[in-house]
């Protein structure tokens, strides 16, 4: 129990450290927002621990930590200035690979990872671009995407990506509502759609399994 409290605190608060120092200034987050940033994973983590949703596995709890804190980083961020610091997903990527080692799962998370990376790139050429845009998709969201796919086993990847599109579209038609200045774009936030479907399906997964 106490070295379940030390990986999950020690996981969010060097999480939480790292995005802090690594993030630009424009985009980090005040005193206040990384405060219950990180208190809000911790008491996340230990009610899915309580609820029987989590195994206790150390070394994979604690990467587990670190990549829902940088999950949650990124997506308020993007939810704020529409852009995410690129630390997020390095270290999504690189807690993700470690509990993948550790759990000895890495061929099913790169599998995963390609298996997302490539239907979310499809559908970024597919899909039309909103004005001013390229592609409808930007670069970050398909980083983020490979990085996150690292979590859930392959036959889970469709659904995440389900639960990404349907959470977004609610986002889409609630910042419509909100949004005062009908003259500009909307620019929509795809990165906090991303971190609900793949990281819910990531702590879901093993007991759906």
């Given amino acids: 129990m106490v070295l379940n409290v030390f990986a999950v605190v020690g996981g969010a608060a060097l999480a939480g450290f790292i ?23 911790v008491g996340l983590i230990w009610g899915l621990l309580a609820l029987g ?17 940088s999950a949650l980083y990124a997506a308020w961020v993007d939810l704020r200035i529409k852009m995410s610091p690129d630390i997020a997903p390095a270290l999504i990527g690189v807690s993700a690979l470690a ?32 004005a001013g845009r390229k592609t409808a998709l930007g670069s970050g969201d398909i980083v983020m995407v490979a990085t996150l796919g690292l979590w859930v086993s392959p036959q889970f990847v469709p659904y ?11 986002l889409y038609g609630l910042l419509i509502y909100l949004d005062k200045q009908k003259s500009k774009p909307l620019l ?7 971190c609900l479907g793949f990281m819910g399906l990531a702590v879901i997964g093993p007991v759906l399994s």
Avoid: H, K, N
């Fill in 53 to 69: 949703l989590l195994e206790s596995q150390l070394i994979v709890l604690f990467c587990l930590t670190v990549s829902i804190t």
């Fill in 160 to 170: 995440a990506l389900l639960i990404a599109v349907a959470s977004t579209l609610l």
């Fill in 99 to 130: 509990g993948a080692l550790w759990d000895q799962m890495l061929l099913r998370a790169v599998i995963a990872s390609g298996l997302a990376t490539l239907i979310l790139f499809v559908a970024s050429r597919i899909i039309r671009p909103p």
């Fill in 188 to 194: 929509i936030p795809f990165i906090p759609g991303l």
């Fill in 19 to 41: 995005l802090q120092i690594w993030t630009p200034g424009s985009a980090r987050l005040s005193t206040l927002e990384y405060s219950v940033l990180v208190v809000s994973c």
